[in-house]
Structures are given as C-alpha cells and as structure tokens.
C-alpha cells in the first residue's frame, strides 16, 4: 500500500483511495475547476437535490475504471488517467448548452479537454504525467477510442463513465431507475478478439442496464422542466453573445449572464425559478418544426424531444457485444427487449415554451400556420 495515498470518501461507492499521478491530478486548478460544474446543469430545479458536480464524477469513473481493468487482468496507469481526466474539458452547466458553444465555436468537451492534458492550454497536468512517467499521447489516444479494450473500459457500449452517472445521477436525484450494479456488470465482461464483451450470463444484467438508461433519459435527462430550464439558458447566452465562455464554470457564466443586461432577465427568471411552461405539444415532423420556427417570435422557444442530436443505435449503446457459444451477436440481436429501444428512443414530440401572458399570441400565430 502507498503511505502517501488517500481516501476520497463517496457517498455512491465508499471509500476510494487515490495515490500518485491520480492524487496530483486532482489537487490542479483544472480538475478542481470540476467542483463547480454540476453533473446535470439545472436539473436541480426539478431535482432539488442533483446538486453533484463533474468533480465527484470524475473520480467515480476512475473507480469504477480500476476495477475493468483489476477484473481484467490489466495494468494501465494510462487508462486510469484517461478515465479521471475524461471530463475535464467539460463546459459550464455540463451538456446543458454544448451545442450552443460547438454551434458558435465548433468546440466539444472532449477537444478542449485533450488540449489541457497535450499542453496546448496551460496547466500543471502534462508534467505531472510526465514526472510519473504517463505516457500523455496514449492517454490522448485512449480518450479518442483508438486504444481498443482501454478506450472501451472509459468509453463503450458498457463504460465505466456511464456505470457511474446512471447509478450517480439516479443516487442525486431520488429516482431509483438507474440504480444499477456496476460491480455485477464489471464481472460479467471479458475481452474477446481485443474488444469488451458480455458473457452469456450477463444478458440480462445489461437489458437491465439499457433499460436503466432508457428511463433515465425519459425521466430526468429529458423531463421537460429540465429542458425548459436548459432552453433557457442557451437563450441566455445566445442574448449574451456568450461564445468563448466554455472554460468558465457555473458561478462564472451565471455571474456573466446576470451582470449583462441583454441577458439578465431571463437570467433572473431561471435564478428564482420562474420558468417558461409547454404552451404547444405535437408529434414531430420536420416541415412543421420549420414552419413554427418560422413564425412564432423569440418570446418562444420551439424544443424537441428526444433532442434530434439523440439518435442512432450508438446513442443508446444497443449494440453492446454479447458472447454467444463463442460467437459475438449484439445486444439488439440476442435481445428482443434491447432492440425495442431504438425504436422507443426515435418518438418524438415538438414543444413550444413560453409564459402564460404569452399563450393568446401563440394560438393566434399557430392558427395561421
């Protein structure tokens, strides 16, 4: 045991020890930056206490990624790195307005975290990897899926990232449907052929997992009051003209969207909760989405749901390997239950947000569609 390690006490999986390279990581400015990015933007205003931040996260999927590879008999201190720091580009309120900033900036998460880790952003991290002899560039190469199995233990069909924000997010918010086993899934995986695969005796422990995911989507990740809360902001920032404020954190770009006076009205309404309500709802169809957008003015946000940026099997990670009499069949081919997902997933709905003062201008302009 290391004398110089230490316990990170979390309240999800226990005790987590924490020593070395991994321990320094943590102590930089940008992975503290972390503490004050919440893990579900302003989920909290519809779950008062999802309050927990990428910071604790990030540690989680660093857990959870040590016991992949201790189950799989592999060492990799660089996977262990990839998996701590695969957040720490992240933008402020997390996804919450990404596609505001890689709309307006054509930056992602990912890039702006690879950035911080190769050097090109100033920051203490690539000399401490350097220091305990952690190859950087596979740590890049992990994160960017080009490693196999060590980028599938972060980032794949049954990842350590999402094992710890189902059961994570779930804990927060007081739901129990995403409250998987990530240890019963972990000692169900095998490597087959250099890729992460299922043993037969865990199919039904991942059509739970996909199911868990499903209904967290539904549920949380999608209610609509989140998504009106989120719309909101990206309002806030488009009004604000707030394009390179990515690398800010929460209290940073909300302290910037109420001090502007383009944007600090509905700034103020998010703040105090005084949210916009679903005036119109319809079956999507894209010719009506046009229309409506085309029509209605900016005292409206037109929203879908299902986002349509949500889609595609690689989404819901139907297509996890299953080890089938030595044979590998997807989740979807050996599961009639994974397979109706995709199709669960592909119903969408148009929404139009506004306040109620509002509703009367709304029918009026609809009724001239």
Do not use: W
């Not at 005036?279 to 169809?285: P, S, W």
């Amino acid at each position: 045991m290391d004398m110089n390690s230490k316990i990170v006490q979390d309240p999800v999986f226990g005790p987590i020890r924490a020593s070395g390279a991994i321990l320094e990581i943590m102590d930089t400015v940008d992975f503290q930056r972390l503490r004050y990015i919440k893990n579900l933007g302003l989920c909290y205003l519809v779950f008062p206490s999802a309050n927990h931040t990428r910071f604790e996260h990030s540690i989680g999927t660093y857990h959870l990624a040590g016991m992949y590879l201790d189950h799989l008999g592999i060492r990799s201190d660089e996977t262990l790195v990839a998996a701590l720091l695969h957040d720490v580009g992240h933008f402020p309120f997390s996804h919450t307005i990404e596609e505001f900033y890689y709309r307006n900036g054509r930056v992602d998460h990912l890039g702006e975290g690879i950035k911080i880790i190769n050097g090109e952003r100033e920051s203490e991290i690539p000399s401490i990897l350097e220091r305990h002899s952690i190859d950087a560039r596979k740590v890049i190469r992990i994160l960017e899926g080009k490693e196999n199995v060590l980028s599938e233990v972060v980032s794949g069909p049954i990842d350590a990232d999402e094992l710890d924000y189902l059961r994570r997010d779930s804990f927060y918010c007081g739901v129990s449907i995403g409250f998987v086993n990530p240890a019963r899934v972990i000692s169900v995986s095998a490597v087959h052929d250099n890729m992460m695969v299922v043993e037969e005796k865990g199919l039904s422990d991942i059509e739970s997992l996909l199911i868990s995911r499903f209904l967290m989507y539904q549920a949380v990740y999608f209610h609509k009051t989140c998504r009106i809360a989120n719309r909101m902001l990206e309002r806030a920032a488009v009004l604000s003209e707030a394009y390179d404020t990515y690398m800010m954190n929460d209290q940073e770009l909300t302290h910037l969207l109420i001090s502007d006076p383009r944007s600090r009205d509905i700034m103020e309404n998010i703040l105090n909760r005084r949210l916009m309500k679903v005036l119109y709802k319809v079956k999507y169809e894209e010719s009506l989405k046009r229309d409506i957008e085309g029509t209605l003015s900016d005292r409206f946000i037109v929203d879908v749901i299902p986002p349509l940026s949500f889609r595609g099997k690689e989404r819901l990670k139907t297509q996890v390997g299953v080890l089938l009499e030595g044979k590998i069949a997807t989740g979807e081919e050996s599961s009639p239950l994974v397979n109706a997902l995709n199709s669960a997933i592909e119903r969408r709905y148009l929404y139009v947000y506004g306040y109620r003062e509002d509703e009367e201008e709304l029918k009026r302009d609809l009724a001239s569609i």
